[in-house]
């Protein structure tokens, strides 16, 4: 029986349309307002509704996360967000997502040991990148290695069987900070670095980003920890644009690689994974700290077209519950480096007291988020911003083949078939070629 099934409350919503009515089931998640089940509208009225961006549509049914925005509430199979970013590594969150819960010891040891042993990538998959420009956008070098996995793993198209379908969501988290870490090192012309059982997930991404052949890396721990709660703060976000990307792609039958390289397309545009790359552009254009009462006067006027980048939320209507993590950590690298002269990051700064302080602000709830913060501390890093939007498709992955696994073991899945309202030409006849004016 489906989760659908299983959350009917007994209420109904009437909608009457001439002398026919449609009493239409309520049903009733876990948390979260109540939900009019309409499967049926079409059927017993003739009629659909209109949701254009689907903003007030539940698609599906889920367990992975839940979003309260008014309240700024996020929580992964339960757990709120602050708590795994402060007390969990990646890799357990990686699980927990996948499987519901969160693993002991003994099934933590074993799920690290096999994630590590998939982070190689073939070694054909090295020729992919010599067919790129060298100036090709990361994510352009990602998505199309991604869904090119494929074609050195063809058991993934058998998404039927639970092991194919589990052995490829470790072959995608496992292999997608290779494949991240190699499109960087190619665009600036450095050797591929090949990760390393010894480091955690978080450290080895750094490594392969940023060390050489030519000489010892080590990881610093405390850009470690920075990195692994900035995966973990972007882990999954529910049915955000790239996540229903996936889930649709999925319906299909797809296997999983195609699926996820369609999400990190989805994401690859600005509206959606480009929000910390827009907050440093915005630094760059107020380009000093004296300039910003007039940038604050411009945002503050309606008229002026100017905008406030990495400050409120489309979901969130309180405050971004991975904002205040992602300012402390943003404060420890900093710290870390000693950066204290960084222009942009002194921009930042001030950007920040003044949205904490200024009633204009405080009172519209324009509070910073979590973009705001991760493009300081990625900038401080030394990670370019043409791999900010990959580094969230690295975090995301995990999500989006948790959802994905989820959607295709629903009992009585189906294909996304979304409906339109038609506002074209009414039907007519074709003139041929030769008689037409």
């Given at each position: ?18 002398d ?14 109540d939900?009019v ?14 949701d ?10 889920s ?28 890799p ?35 020729n ?21 996995l494929s074609?050195f ?15 490829s ?11 991240a ?9 450095e050797?591929?670095?090949?990760p ?19 000489e ?15 995966l ?25 690689f ?12 600005p509206a ?27 945002v ?6 100017v ?8 979901v ?54 979590v ?15 043409s ?12 999500g ?26 009414e ?9 037409r004016?």
């Open positions: 029986m489906s989760g659908s099934q299983t959350a009917v409350t007994g209420k109904s919503a009437s909608i009457k349309l001439g026919d009515t449609a009493e239409l089931p309520v049903l009733r998640g876990t948390l979260g307002p939900v089940d309409i499967r049926r509208i079409t059927a017993d009225l003739g009629i659909f509704t209109f254009p961006g689907y903003g007030e549509t539940a698609s599906c049914v367990k992975v996360t839940f979003i309260d925005g008014d309240k700024g509430v996020l929580l992964h199979r339960g757990y709120p967000i602050d708590q795994l970013a402060e007390q969990a590594s990646y357990e969150v990686i699980y927990l997502l996948l499987n519901g819960e969160l693993p002991n010891k003994s099934q933590y040891a074993t799920f690290v040991d096999t994630l590590t042993n998939h982070t190689l990538l073939h070694e054909q998959i090295r992919f990148f010599n067919g790129y420009r060298r100036d090709a956008h990361p994510m352009a070098i990602l998505c199309g290695t991604v869904g090119a074609a793993y063809p058991d993934a198209n058998d998404i039927s069987r639970q092991e194919s379908r589990d052995l969501a470790m072959r995608l988290i496992a292999k997608i900070p290779t494949i870490a190699w499109a960087y090192k190619y665009t600036i012309g050797p591929f670095v090949y390393r059982n010894d480091l955690n997930y978080a450290e080895n991404f750094l490594s392969m980003m940023f060390a050489r052949p030519s010892p890396y080590k990881v610093n721990p405390v850009l470690a920890r920075a990195m692994n709660r900035i973990i703060l972007h882990a999954d976000h529910e049915q955000n644009a790239s996540t229903s990307t996936v889930r649709m792609a999925g319906s299909t039958g797809a296997n999983p195609a699926c996820i390289a369609a999400g990190i397309a989805a994401l690859w545009g959606h994974g480009g929000a910390n790359e827009a907050v440093l552009k915005m630094l760059a254009s107020i380009g000093s700290v004296e300039n910003i009462p007039d940038f604050i006067a411009k503050k006027d309606k008229n002026s077209g905008k406030l980048m990495g400050f409120g939320h489309r969130y209507k309180n405050f971004d519950p991975r904002a205040k993590i992602m300012q402390a950590t943003c404060h420890e690298v900093l710290t870390e480096l000693g950066i204290k002269d960084d222009p942009l990051l002194d921009l930042a700064v001030e950007l920040e007291k003044i949205a904490l302080s200024d009633d204009y602000f405080v009172k519209r709830k324009l509070y910073p988020n973009d705001f913060y991760s493009g300081i501390i990625l900038k401080a890093m030394g990670i370019p911003t791999m900010f939007t990959v580094l969230f498709a690295v975090a995301r992955t995990t989006w083949v948790s959802q994905w696994k989820e959607m295709i073991e629903e009992p009585g899945q189906r294909i996304s078939r979304p409906r339109q309202l038609y506002m074209g030409a039907k007519r006849d074709m003139t041929p070629l030769d008689r004016p």
